[in-house]
Nanobody, 114 residues
Framework: QAQLVESGGGLVQPGGSLRLSCAAS????????MRWYRQAPGKEREFVAL???????IYADSVKGRFTISRDNNRNTVYLQMNSLKPEDTAVYYC????????WGQGTQVTVSS
């Protein structure tokens, strides 16, 4: 059974950094592109970043230059390095992947506040 488990969220001051991790199991991780999404209170879930099987990347304009997505196929893990965090980055962050993008993690809370 496929599973995605996020970790690394928390409370950070504006301008700070966090690194999120998403550990995958139950499917051939290296073959699939992976995405990070986020959902702020009262808002729809929005795309953050994508990494394909060749480690090519795409970012939302709102995070370009501040966030970096990467993957380690030996560890079946995708990462999201978040720098220069802003209060508007506050959200629950989800990873997503697998056949037809059918697998979602449970999410990890990121709060940016002083």
């Amino acid at each position: 059974q496929a599973q995605l488990v996020e970790s690394g969220g928390g409370l950070v001051q504006p301008g700070g950094s966090l690194r999120l991790s998403c550990a995958a199991s139950g499917f051939t991780f290296s073959r699939y592109p992976m995405r990070w999404y986020r959902q702020a209170p009262g808002k729809e879930r929005e795309f953050v970043a994508l990494i394909n099987s060749a480690s090519g990347t795409i970012y939302a304009d709102s995070v370009k230059g501040r966030f970096t997505i990467s993957r380690d196929n030996n560890r079946n893990t995708v990462y999201l390095q978040m720098n220069s965090l802003k209060p508007e980055d506050t959200a629950v962050y989800y990873c997503n992947g697998g056949t037809n993008w059918s697998y979602w993690g449970q999410g990890t809370q990121v709060t940016v506040s002083s």
